[in-house]
């Protein structure tokens, strides 16, 4: 039975924990790859050109949606986001599920070029743990925190829009829930179509 890679889309408020959970959940699974964005945000204190984000310049990242280089791609917060066509291509032909972190303007385009794709929304157990995960990241100005919880109260809105919803209480359980989930999907009917026409080919033969 062949194994098709499956695009799995993951949005959520920001400081949700969606970063953090996909960091357990590669190092623990190691069948996920992980898109690396482009963005034309600066790095923060840690970060690495290539491992977190490709940083670029706003000449690059219009160079990148010209040359038809991103699946999708938004503007989040004063910056450009977009995910880089080739590794995504490059995994899913390779039977390999490949995991997006991206806001919900990109996971709708997502949804909508590749319907096959599994979208989930990473929620805080409560509004108040949101903003205090926020703070104690300690990465944004109070300034940029309160625009970030601006935006949440928008992505709010298209919640629904998702097949499932992540609660990011204790992270070990949100990690199994991901886990769970993205199993489940590779055992549904349509993800399966070649294995059934080919039993009940067998089926027929057998019963000839
Ligand atoms: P996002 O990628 O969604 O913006 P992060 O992964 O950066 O969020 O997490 C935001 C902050 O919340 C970080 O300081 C992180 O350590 C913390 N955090 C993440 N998940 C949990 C959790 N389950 N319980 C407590 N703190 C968490
Ligand atoms: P941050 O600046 O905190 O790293 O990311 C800000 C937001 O941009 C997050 O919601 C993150 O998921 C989203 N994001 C990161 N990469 C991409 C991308 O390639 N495309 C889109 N549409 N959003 C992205």
């Known amino acids: ?18 970063g953090t959970i996909m960091k357990a959940l590669t190092a623990k699974y190691d069948q996920y790859a992980l898109s690396v964005s482009a963005t034309t945000r600066d790095p923060r204190p840690g970060e ?3 491992r977190e ?32 066509r080739k590794f995504v291509e490059d995994k899913l032909n390779a039977g390999i599920d490949v995991i997006l972190e991206i806001e919900i303007q990109g996971a709708l385009q997502i949804k909508k070029r590749y319907p096959d794709a599994v979208l989930l929304f990473v929620m805080p157990p409560s509004a108040k743990e949101l903003v205090n995960r926020l703070k104690g990241r300690g990465t944004e100005t109070d300034e940029v925190i309160k625009m ?16 499932y919803i992540v609660v990011n209480d204790v992270l070990e359980d949100a990690v199994e829930r991901v886990h769970g989930i993205i199993c489940a999907a590779h055992n549904t009917p349509s993800r399966n179509q ?15």
């Open 194 to 208: 070649n294995f059934i026409d080919d039993i009940r080919k067998q089926l027929l033969e057998l019963s000839k």
């Open 148 to 163: 970030r919880l601006d935006r949440a109260c928008e992505e709010s809105e298209g919640i629904e829009n998702y097949d």
């Open 53 to 84: 984000y490709f940083f670029v310049s706003n000449e690059e990242f219009e160079k990148l949606i010209q040359e038809d280089g991103l699946i999708e791609h938004a503007g989040y917060v004063d910056h450009y986001y977009g995910t880089p």
């Open 48 to 50: 690495e050109n290539g």
């Open 1 to 18: 039975m062949n194994r098709k890679g499956i695009i799995i889309v993951v949005s959520g408020f920001s400081g949700a924990g969606k």
